[in-house]
């Protein structure tokens, strides 16, 4: 049994709750008592001399004694109430914690309770900002004046009601005594260190968002509540049931191989940004980073889960598939994740395509399922919806868990990114760098951008993927000599007279790896070949003559190599076999040359081959080479060819 | 009467309304701040029975501060719609509209929090006493109470009203406020602030006053591994707290 769900788990936890804050009140009532409660004493100040001042040990001792527990918990749970805001420090008032020693505290009065049912508010906070800009002349802390001024952008309509009440209520304040007036003064900058907290200081209360409903109030006890307790308790019954022993074995298995990685209960290094607020740690773990860490890529070893949900791992991965051929897997993956989580507009036609891509018939990228799975999956097709792929993913997943996974980590590419992976050295901040680096704070990269440039490398790999697996097999010879094996491929003997290569609306490896051959040499290999002659005159015809002869040498390079054919219907040299029969080229044959131009509008997937050792190799088709593929090959062979769903522009490309 | 003598008669009777209004708010601004002085001390050990007498008294002045401005305010803003007003009168009636709002939300927001307060600590017995908190607050709040009794407000001694027990407060300011936001359609955020951000910094007080921290001066034991000294001091105040 393995712990799933780790990373999105859509469920409650994140939350508040703070159910602590009334157990805290209940405690602090009792500590009040004047003969079992904490001693006090008064706390003298140069003015004069105030009473009910408390020490730390006092607090600690009369916690252990009260709850029968030992110094360290006492002196935890006491830290808890201060940085709840139940009491406060009369000395180091920013940092609020417990100290063992005889610094003095003293309890904040309960109109500065902290509580969940009275929200914080900003109009308050810019109250007790103006306040203290009259009393100190506007000399401010550095976040204070940052807040001062947001709020009076914000505020900036009852800004005059902010800054009158600000005065009078610093009027009203001076017309207490004055011992009183310090207590007051007190409690309420106490108050707002714990609800805006400084940089550098850590207050329970700063928890982020509400929840929705308040854990203390009573739930009206409708039919509609004893609906949903009924419906709870018929789904618990329900609920598929685990060994203890197994379920526990699991926990502790995921704890143990998870501890070293877990940033409460080890170290993290180079530092935890929320303690140090140095932020080295996030830089170095972005989700694409070049070079990740030797704790990241040990992650990666743990599961397949892990590997795939890590876009850097994922990548990893990609590359070392991309090496085996067997990339369509992932890809495959990939893409029913997206029909999953993405839109309900595009769903249709996610489906269409991945079908397209995969699944069918001498599909470009076809995938090995078995039998059933595609009958399932292509019945499902006809309705699709979110899911229906799922039964194939999970072959999918469970095929490159169990086969690839282990090449993988064994292979060079991921001995590679280990040796490459960076363990950086722990910082060891001064409490003045810790200071400078809390002032340094400066908010990360907007989500928004985070997301654009997710989705641009997105779009860049999806043009990037066919054409990169072609440039293997367009290269010379001696590549070519792994397909040099298929060679049933059906008897095409008529002339080739296709002419030219694809022209390609992005910029063609092909074109690329090609370019630097020399004109005149091409124009002499293509003088011999009966078929040449064809070619010849057509090159003149065609705007891009560089390419054309591109073509020639290609064909060239092909028939010197040898006699097969690439069938690009599968990029694996595992689908040698499938790859043989004819039987998975799309209904085109080359017994039926004349076929070629209306089959292509009827089906997606057309394969264009030429008789041996004539294959061209067409990753694009532009609407202007069509027809003259189309005006060429009347008395030729039947074509094929593969029409890449994502780049294609021709009009019989349904999803275009 | 011509129609000119008419608007100048109209303008001149605004204006005077208007400033009507701003001294009522400037009163009711400064009843609500005494108000949470109050409030403060509740549950802690200066509360009692003084204290919570003194918290109806504000209470109630707050009410027939707020209901008399209330009225006013409405009458100005919805004679200004089919009257002859300029843009600038109205700006300043739909100003005194968004100040008074945001006054009454946040003193409701303490009337709440008095509530809740009043709730928890309930005082009717001897023995309440005793969960009081100790939070160092003695008794002080006779200067407040002398400061409420000193608000003047333009109305009050014409309008008297009963003032009504805390619940009833309560929600008839939450009626009153969303009457109020039905009745006239004002949009808050073309209001804007009259004086520039940190100018109240600039301003004189009425006597240089102690910060806090000087405040907080804490005597210098002699012998000294633990000195106790507050960090911002400065020398001469430390010379008159030396205690040797």
Redesign the interface.
Known sequence: MTIRNTLRDHGQRYRPRMACLKKAEKV??EM???KTGVK?QP?????TT????ITGEDIIAWLADKFHIDAQEARSFGSMLVALGYIYP??DHKRLVIKP??SLY???????WPTQ??PV?D??YAIYL?KR??????ILELHEQEH??RL?KWM??????????????Y?????????????????E?AYWVVHRPPPGTVSAMDYGLDRLVDPHADEATTPDYYERIMIFTQQSIMRPRVKSSVSIGALVKYCATYHNHDPFLSKCLPSNPWLTDDVTYWTLNMPYVEIPTKMRVERWTFSFAELLSDPRGRDDFRLFLKKEFSGENLAFWEGCEDLKWGEAATMREKAENIYKTFLARGAPRWINIDGKTMEITVKGLKHPHRYVLDAAQTHIYMLMKKDSYGRYQKSPVFKDTVKKAICPDEHRFTDAQLEQNARKRRPSVSPIILRQMEREQRAKMAANVDITQLCRFTTPVPHLAVYSGISDFPTANTSPSLPFLAHTPCPSPISVALDSTSASERRAEAADGDAKGNLAARTPAAGNVSKSRMALSLRRLLKRGCTPTTMFASLSPKCHSAAGTSSRIQPISPDQPSQAPPRRIGNFFQIKVDIPPECRIYPIESEDEEEENRAASRGGVGTKEIICPWESLTPHNGTG | MSRWRRSVDGLAARRRQQDECERAQEALSRVTSCFQQLAASLGSSADGSFLRDEMDETRGLAHRISTGLSRRLVRLLSDGDSGTSGVEDRKVSERLWVLFLSALESFLYDLRKAYDLIGQFPLRHRYDRRSLVNTGCIDGVVGVAARVASVQAPWLTLEEEPSPDLTNHITGLEIMLSEMQLRVPVPFWSVEATQPAWAEACGELEEPDDTLEDLMEVEVVSNDTSSRMVACCQPACCGLGFVG
């Open positions: 602090l009532l009040q008592d004047p006090s706390q003298r100040l140069v003015i105030i009473p009910h001042a009369l000395q020693d005889a003293r309890f904040q009065t309960p109109y500065f049912q009275w508010e109009t308050d103006a800009n009259i009393r100190k002349k506007g001062y001024n009076h900036n309509h009852k800004w005059d009601f902010i800054v009158m009440q600000a005065k009078e209520q009027r009203a304040a001076k017309e207490r005594k004055k011992p009183d007036r310090v207590v007051f003064d007190c409690q900058r």
